[in-house]
């Protein structure tokens, strides 16, 4: 099980961020804070060299930079301004069909390659999926970060509305829940469409082995 590891890595890592997700909006506003501007320069003095490109990998946009204010725990009013602004960025199939092969889906799922320092620039991107969620009962590494997605196609009874939804959550996961710890796949164009539809596929295809 060579990407054991690293799921249970990235999961551990994103474990941090829970602590603070649990933190309500009064305790944020109370507790000694760091400024935004602190912070920027903490994190890109971590990165004295970046690669050519890279620079704006650095610079969290404005929901992520909203997020961190909040501690992951927006008002009602600002998760509603988040949700609206990631949702505009969402872009459907131009065919209508949300759904690709669920075979190349499971490896994509299973993937943690890409976007790293270390990888080739031709490397095709992972979603990296079971860092975080379980999927196909069978495969025993997985985090625990993610709710369990096991069977998620069978509970939506294959609908194709939920499979729209699900194409919705994994293009941009912050269109619906405003401070997600899960990725913006579409939105920042890590994965690409035809990936977005086999990952989904992997989901909702009756064969996949998450439905089994
Ligand atoms: C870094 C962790 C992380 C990764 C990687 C990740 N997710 Fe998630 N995902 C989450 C979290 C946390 C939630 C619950 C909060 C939310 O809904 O945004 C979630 C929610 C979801 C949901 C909604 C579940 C529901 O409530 O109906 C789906 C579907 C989903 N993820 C699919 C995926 C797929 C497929 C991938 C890989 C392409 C993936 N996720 C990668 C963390 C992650």
């Known amino acids: 099980m060579k990407l054991a590891g690293l799921r249970f890595a990235v999961a551990g890592a994103v474990l941090i961020c829970t602590s603070a997700m649990s933190v309500n909006a009064e305790d944020a506003a109370n507790s000694p804070a760091i400024s935004s501007a602190e912070l920027d320069t903490y994190v890109k003095g971590m990165w004295p060299h970046v690669e050519p490109g890279w620079e704006s990998r650095l610079t969290q946009d404005e929901t992520q930079a909203q997020c961190s204010r909040v501690r992951n725990n927006p008002s009602p ?95 941009n996961a912050q269109a619906s829940v405003a401070c997600s710890n899960m990725p913006r796949f579409g939105a920042h164009g890590f994965l690409t469409e035809q990936q977005l539809k086999d990952v989904n596929a992997y989901l909702f295809d009756r064969e996949s082995p998450v439905n089994k």
């Open 77 to 171: 009013d600002e998760a509603q301004k988040i949700t609206e602004r990631e949702t505009a960025t969402i872009r459907y199939p131009s065919d209508g069909n949300v759904l690709g092969y669920w075979r190349e889906g499971e490896k994509i799922a299973s993937s943690g390659k890409g976007g790293q320092f270390s990888d080739a620039p031709d490397t095709q991107h992972g979603g990296n999926c079971y860092a975080c969620h379980q999927l196909a009962p069978g495969e025993v590494a997985f985090g625990t970060l993610g709710p369990s997605l096991t069977g998620y196609g069978k509970l939506h009874e294959f609908s194709a509305d939920a499979a729209r939804a699900a194409y919705a959550k994994l293009f």
